[in-house]
Structure formats: C-alpha cells, structure tokens
C-alpha cells in the first residue's frame, strides 16, 4: 500500500544552519507530495506542494523537489530560524483507484528544534 | 470568520460523559475528516465525509459518532470514551475528495483529555 516514510527525529539545529528532513514514499500510479508544518498548539498549514515529478515547491525560503526516480520530497532550508521550531510532516495524496481517494497519507512527522 | 474552525479548543470529559466537537469551514469545501493526534503516533485519519455523505470509517470504536448535516458543518459525538482516547482532535477540509492534488486545510484541533 502507499505510505510515506520521514526521518526520525527531534532535528535541533543552531539558528542559521542548513536545514535537510529526509521523506520518501512508496505509491502506486503518480502521486502529488506536500510538507505540512505544525507550530505548538495549532493545526497542520500546508508549507508546499508538488503535483509531478520534477517540480519544486517552494514557501518561505523552504523547498522540496519532486524526485521520482528517488521516490523522494526532501525538505530543505538554507537557513533557519528559531521561528521555524515546529512539527513537519509530509504527505503524499494518490489517484483514485479501487481503494484509494485521493486522500492524503501522512507521514510521521519530524520534530525541528532551532536554537537561537 | 475564514478558514477552518473548531470548537471547543480544549476539553476535560470523564468516561461516562457525553460531548461533541464541532468543525465549522468557510471555504465552499464538499470534502471533511475527521483525523487523531496522539503523542508519539502519526496522524490517524478517523472518517471522511464527501458531500455530506460518509466515505470511510478507519475502523473507529462505536464511541466516536460522526455527524455531517451540510458540507459546512462536522461534528464528532463522544460517549463512554476511555483514557486512550485523549488526544488532538483535528478536522480538515478539502475541495473535492477525488483529486489527487487534493489540499487539506486543517482547523486549530481540540486537545481532549478523558479522565
């Protein structure tokens, strides 16, 4: 079945560092991949989205590029902040199928803690 | 009011009460979930909703009980739940459910703790 496999975390990184999460998926037919982010106390925010392979999606100096001969939507930052401590999940949404909706699969989530 | 939004934010219930929470959108969506949140577990989908009518039911305990009267509303009736159900309760809304460019936006959740 689909499922999407992220890195393990907490991620903590000094303000200003590079920052990479590692996602990668497994889906039959041709999927669209997102990165949600969710701050402390809130819900998820869509931070990119990527509908075919070769596209980048790109959100406040966030990026993440569509590889699918590498079945990956790394997520990257060249530099962070500490306003960017928060829970990243990616996701990826297939076509419907016999058994599939559209509906989006959720990975387990990576925590970023960015220290100042 | 835009967006997604869920009332109550927070709720303290003991295991013989009833409750409900409340999702409300404001985008013209036709699609609505229902997701858990639990610490150390990814994001559990519960139910899903499409035009008012259920699509799926993720093998939910009979204690949760969705409601959709109109494509605006969701609600998630609670009754004789247990301690490991304490969680974040999340609602989402999506412009139409087949589309696999499908975008979810997601309410402020309500964090519920049973006692």
């Known amino acids: ?116 | 009011e835009t967006g997604v939004t869920q009332t109550p934010r927070h709720l303290v219930m003991g295991m013989t009460n009833k409750k409900s929470l409340k999702c409300e959108q404001h985008l013209g969506h036709n699609a609505m979930y229902w997701y858990k949140q639990s610490a150390k577990k990814p994001l559990e989908l519960m139910f899903v909703y499409n035009f008012k009518e259920q699509t799926e039911n993720n093998s939910v305990p009979s204690r949760f009980s969705p409601e959709c009267p109109n494509s605006s509303h969701l609600f998630l009736h609670l009754h004789t739940l247990q301690p490991e159900d304490s969680a974040l309760y999340l609602c989402a809304s999506s412009p139409r459910l087949w589309d696999r460019t499908n975008e979810q936006f997601f309410g402020p959740g309500t964090r519920l703790t049973v006692l």
């Not at chain 1, 829970?87 to 970023?112: E, H, R």
Request: glycine share 10%; net charge negative.
């Open chain 1, 1 to 116: 079945g689909n499922s999407v496999t992220q890195m393990e975390g907490p991620v903590t990184l000094s303000e200003e560092a590079f920052l990479t999460i590692n996602c990668t998926y497994t889906a039959t037919g041709y999927p669209s991949l997102f990165w949600y982010v969710q701050y402390p106390g809130e819900g998820l925010q869509l931070l990119l989205k990527a509908t075919k392979a070769d596209d980048k999606g790109s959100n406040k100096g966030f990026e993440a590029t569509y590889r699918k001969e590498t079945t990956s939507f790394h997520l990257e930052k060249g530099s962070v902040q500490v306003s960017d401590s928060a829970v990243y999940f990616c996701a990826l949404s297939d076509l419907p199928g016999s058994s599939n909706t559209g509906k989006l699969i959720f990975g387990q989530g990576t925590t970023l803690q960015v220290k100042p």
